[in-house]
């Protein structure tokens, strides 16, 4: 079992990191993803999105699964009844058999799910690893890379009450620290970003940014500290 997480865990740290944090308005989803038709953010129901980092076949495989769950559960029960913390069991399950199994090789994926709730302090963040464990996370995450050291740095810099422009130039700042402490670029070409954004008037939270809108953003959040205040956004 030691070697099979040991394996997993390897694959996954070759993958390119995903931040999830929260901000006054909802919730965050930053990833280093130049592909434009591969994404490592996707929603899932109307107040929940999903982001993994490893294999895209392995992980596609289980966002697909969960919005059919997500789908079944709301039409069978209720739409109100379909929840992050349902999904990660779901997950966890699913994950966990999977680990066990000798048959099979361990997933290399590592996932969150998120949900978006009326108020900061209903917000859910829900990380799964390899083995199919649950970690509810609070404020900031990271998987994939150099997670440790993201989490470190978002750690030590994420606040509660962050505007949007605030918060994804945090998360752009914690992807560019290479391991050797140094500092690399990356573009909003470079990156997918998405929120769960709980004043949108529609059912659905989900949203993503284009790389105009985060254009902006990243120069409003660099914008804050001189002004002493962060940006509105749409």
């Given at each position: 079992m030691a070697d099979r997480a040991e394996y997993a865990r390897k694959g996954i740290a070759r993958g390119r990191s995903v931040v999830v944090l929260q901000y006054c308005d909802g919730v965050l989803f930053v990833a280093e993803n130049p592909s434009r038709a591969l994404h490592k953010v996707s929603e899932i129901y109307d107040r929940i999105a999903f982001a993994a980092v490893g294999k895209y076949n392995e992980f596609e495989n289980l966002r697909i699964g969960g919005v059919r769950y997500a789908d079944l559960r709301g039409y069978t029960y209720g739409r109100e009844d379909v929840t992050a913390r349902g999904l990660a069991n779901v997950y966890a399950q699913t994950l966990g058999t999977i680990f066990s199994s000798v048959g099979e090789k361990p997933y290399e994926v590592e996932l969150i799910v998120a949900e978006v709730g009326a108020a900061p302090e209903d917000d859910q963040i829900y990380r799964l690893p390899h083995d199919g464990s649950i970690v509810d996370e609070h404020?900031?995450?990271?998987?994939?890379?150099?997670?440790?050291?993201?989490?470190?740095?978002?750690?030590?810099?994420?606040?509660?009450?962050?505007?949007?422009?605030?918060?994804?130039?945090?998360?752009?700042?914690?992807?560019?620290?290479?391991?050797?402490?140094?500092?690399?670029?990356?573009?909003?070409?470079?990156?997918?970003?998405?929120?769960?954004?709980?004043?949108?008037?529609?059912?659905?939270?989900?949203?993503?940014?284009?790389?105009?809108?985060?254009?902006?953003?990243?120069?409003?959040?660099k914008a804050a500290p001189e002004s002493g205040e962060g940006g509105d956004e749409e």
């Amino acid at each position: 079992m030691a070697d099979r997480a040991e394996y997993a865990r390897k694959g996954i740290a070759r993958g390119r990191s995903v931040v999830v944090l929260q901000y006054c308005d909802g919730v965050l989803f930053v990833a280093e993803n130049p592909s434009r038709a591969l994404h490592k953010v996707s929603e899932i129901y109307d107040r929940i999105a999903f982001a993994a980092v490893g294999k895209y076949n392995e992980f596609e495989n289980l966002r697909i699964g969960g919005v059919r769950y997500a789908d079944l559960r709301g039409y069978t029960y209720g739409r109100e009844d379909v929840t992050a913390r349902g999904l990660a069991n779901v997950y966890a399950q699913t994950l966990g058999t999977i680990f066990s199994s000798v048959g099979e090789k361990p997933y290399e994926v590592e996932l969150i799910v998120a949900e978006v709730g009326a108020a900061p302090e209903d917000d859910q963040i829900y990380r799964l690893p390899h083995d199919g464990s649950i970690v509810d996370e609070h404020g900031s995450v990271a998987v994939g890379g150099n997670a440790d050291q993201i989490s470190s740095y978002l750690g030590r810099n994420h606040r509660d009450g962050m505007s949007l422009a605030e918060a994804v130039k945090l998360a752009v700042d914690s992807l560019t620290r290479d391991t050797n402490g140094g500092e690399r670029e990356l573009t909003a070409e470079q990156l997918e970003v998405a929120v769960l954004d709980r004043r949108r008037p529609q059912q659905r939270k989900f949203k993503r940014l284009p790389v105009r809108q985060l254009e902006r953003l990243l120069a409003e959040g660099k914008a804050a500290p001189e002004s002493g205040e962060g940006g509105d956004e749409e």
